[in-house]
């Protein structure tokens, strides 16, 4: 079993106040938390997000989704982790980014067994690129995010909290799931960064979304597959990408 720390704020850059945006009459985030809770693998879901005061609507959505909340910093988005990791004793986190608002519990349990599988320090879906873009997950030890919060210096590394994990192969024992058949799309953009991102997921949730029922990731890929047009509504956004070094 993994804990899960939920990243998210509302001053975000490119579209600001994106994971209270409503979709089907709910924030964004609570499609997220639902979706999560899912997961066979998940025991507790905790809310990263900022001491800032525009961030106290989401300490109080916490409250009413049910789940804990720790308030660290804005940038240092790292130590934020490792505040939250700290403040929970948390020993195996699964990181969920709340620009995603269709994270699978499928692939969770599935990213989880392999965790387990090969007694890794870090397993991702995302750092090689088969999933599509939205279907990031991470897990991780906490002796690993320990590691990085000691001794990592560069700005992105802070910003993005795993590089420094997954760029010291040498240090740490990775393992990259890889997605097959069907779901190997990573050209498929299901992220939400901006408002053309924002009007896809909304579209996808109006044929998809049922009250107590999780749709999945080929689900999706069926819909947008059918339905060819949709895709163009957001292929033009440039995802902002981590430095390579």
């Known amino acids: 079993m993994v804990d899960a720390i939920l990243q998210a704020r509302v001053g975000s850059s490119r579209l600001p106040a994106k994971v209270m945006a409503p979709i089907m009459g709910k924030p ?24 800032l005061k525009e961030d106290d609507k989401l300490n109080d959505l916490a409250a009413k989704m049910g789940i804990m909340c720790f308030r660290g910093e804005d940038n240092d988005v790292l130590a934020r982790f490792y505040g939250a990791a700290t403040e929970f004793d948390l020993q195996l986190i699964l990181r969920v980014c709340c620009d995603n608002p269709f994270t699978d519990p499928v692939i969770i349990d599935e990213l989880c067994q392999k965790f387990f599988e090969v007694n890794a320090d870090y397993v991702s879906t995302s750092i090689e690129r088969s999933f599509p873009l939205g279907m990031d997950l991470e897990v991780f030890t906490f002796e690993a995010l320990r590691s990085a919060f000691q001794n990592a210096t560069l700005n992105y590394e802070r910003e993005h909290v795993t590089p420094y994990i997954y760029k010291h192969p040498e240090l740490f024992k990775l393992f990259f799931l890889k997605a097959e058949g069907k779901l190997k ?21 109006q044929q998809l979304y049922r009250h107590g029922k999780i749709f999945h990731i080929d689900e999706i890929i069926d819909f947008v597959d059918d339905h060819p047009r949709l895709q163009s509504i957001n292929a033009h956004i440039v995802q902002k990408d981590i430095p390579s070094s």
């Open 28 to 51: 964004l985030i609570s499609h997220i938390v639902e979706r999560v809770r899912a997961s066979k693998c998940v025991k507790r879901i905790i809310l990263a997000t900022t001491k």
């Open 185 to 205: 799309r990573p050209e498929l953009r299901l992220t939400v960064d901006t408002d053309k991102d924002l009007a896809l997921a909304r579209r996808i949730y």
